[in-house]
């Protein structure tokens, strides 16, 4: 089992930046790769960010640009910070792991951008 748990959500005036983390535990050992979704108001999921155990990085094609995917290997975090914020940013911001067997959620956060 993977226990992840997000945090650094608010509200913030667009332009601005903001810096989520998530934090995981339990058995991280089975983690072969992590992402950042969101899920806009009324809208589906959809995947933001992504970071492999090797450290590569991806992003989706609306963040592109405005946003860092990275990992503390000892306090077991990633972090996505976006910037440049917009209102179509607003969103619930779910953290994810895959393993093998399953993938696991966080409770996500939400991130409320005004313009």
């Known amino acids: 089992q993977v226990q992840l748990v997000e945090s650094g959500g608010g509200l913030v005036q667009a332009g601005g930046s903001l810096t989520l983390s998530c934090a995981a535990s339990?058995?991280?050992?089975?983690?072969?790769?992590m992402n950042w979704f969101r899920q806009p108001p009324g809208k589906k999921r959809e995947w933001v960010a992504g970071?492999?155990?090797?450290?590569?990085?991806n992003y989706g094609n609306s963040v592109k640009g405005r946003c860092t995917i990275s990992r503390d290997r000892a306090n077991n975090t990633i972090y996505l910070r976006v910037s440049s914020l917009k209102p179509e940013d607003t969103a619930v911001y779910y953290c994810?792991?895959?393993?093998?067997?399953?993938?696991?959620w966080g409770q996500g956060t939400q991130v409320t951008v005004s313009s």
């Open positions: 994810n792991a895959e393993t093998i067997l399953q993938d696991y």
């Open positions: 339990g058995s991280i050992f089975s983690i072969n790769h």
């Open positions: 970071i492999t155990n090797a450290d590569r990085t």
